[in-house]
């Protein structure tokens, strides 16, 4: 008698919405609003449709208005930048509420959250984005003094880039050092005493939410009975009204102009132990932490970022003639929507599947939200691009929008660690020291 198992093929009602005998005879299928996206839990369904219509309404004219203004307007009293802020507080995105989604759900929740976001404006995303990272970092290391010491209405922001030291604040282990490469003098340093920390120096002028934050989660080198060593570093909560503490003028920037940003400055700025967020025996993990949020985060802001510039080409392909057809019908600009469809739809899925991993695993993978990272902003950068160029001399104009778009993307590139750095260091932390050959 023949044991082997015959697989029989499954019956056709099995696949897709309907039996492909009544299929239309040219088959032809309209993607969503998120492209391919399988259907959506109803409170995640829900939560979309909300910040969408948000994004919309709310971020959309507000970051086009703010991205003709100067830095200082920006962030003026009176600005549309507290309306947008006002109105997004009104959506009732905290911790609180965060905590109160199944797990399960939460890598989905974090990541059409922020492609929505991103799709409305990247600088406001981030500025929401930033306003988290006190309270949400804090959770992360299990720390209820923040909560009980500060409201999470307080402004956030994230202070670790320095006016000396970009990228490489962000590796905390020196792994990708020049061998005869010397870190310098840290900019800040947080010096640590019994029942003390008491920080001096500079933040430099690209802490997002800077010239307006109320709360700052400051990574800087730490001064102990050992000395000052930038590798065991300290990660503070510090009110930004604290005596000692002062800002620079707001950024001017060619794009994400709708993100305030500055240096911070700290003359002796004394805090109860309590603010220690980090000790310098734990830095190396808590870079770690951040960093990986932080790259997540940004591959859901440039997934939508990219979105928006890829649907201004599509909506602009079918309205735009030349040669007495839509410019869509042109096989060059139906080649080139394509493959912008295809960038959107990389990012956005490997965002997903990144915080996926990252939230269920034990640890997160830093190099898997580097790929995030990276993917996305490139992506938004080449799509925008290409959509400037399908909208030709109007895409160069303030007129229409996916100049803004360019200019929103290129920044990303830079932003949360240079691609560069991002693919060194993430190189590095996919060796396996157990295929090594020792050396001699």
Known sequence: MNNTAVLQPPRAETFGPRPFARWDANPSVRLGQLGAEPPMDDLVNQLHQTVHGFADRVMRPIGRDLDRLSAEQVIATGSQLWSFRDAYASLGINMEALASFPPELMPDIFAILF??????????????????????????????????????????CWGITEPDHGSDSL???GAIFHAQGKYGRPNCV????????????????????????????????????????PR????????????????????????????????????????????????????????????????????????????????????????RKQGGVPIIRHQDVAKRLFHMARKVELSRAITRRVTTFNMTNDMPALQAAMFSKV??????????????????GNGVTCEYPVEKLFRDARSSLIEDGCNEILAIKGGTLMIDPDRLTPTA
């Open 375 to 392: 993917t996305a902003t490139q992506h938004a950068l080449e799509v925008a691009s290409d959509a400037v160029q399908m909208f030709g």
């Open 115 to 156: 492609e929505e976001l991103g799709w409305g404006d990247a600088g406001l995303a981030i500025s929401a984005g930033v306003d988290l990272m006190p309270h949400y970092m804090a959770a992360k290391f299990g720390n209820e003094f923040v909560f009980k010491a500060y409201p999470e209405e307080l402004i956030g």
């Open 232 to 319: 065991r570093g300290a990660v503070v909560i510090v009110p930004l009204k604290s005596l000692g503490v002062s800002k620079g003028k707001p950024l001017e920037k060619m794009g994400q102009r709708a993100l305030p940003q500055g240096e911070i400055f700290f003359d002796n700025v004394e805090l109860d132990i309590d603010h220690l967020l980090v000790a310098p025996e734990d830095y190396k993990k808590g870079v770690y932490a951040i960093h990986s949020e932080a790259n997540a985060l940004m591959g859901g802001v440039f997934t939508g970022c990219a979105r928006a510039a890829y649907e201004h080409a599509y909506a602009y392909a079918h309205e």
């Open 171 to 173: 590796d905390a282990n």
């Open 190 to 229: 947080a010096k640590i005493t019994d029942g003390k920390v008491i920080i001096s120096g500079q933040k430099s002028a690209w802490v997002s939410n800077g010239p307006i934050a109320e709360l700052a989660i400051l990574y800087c080198a730490a001064e102990t009975k050992d000395g000052v060593d």
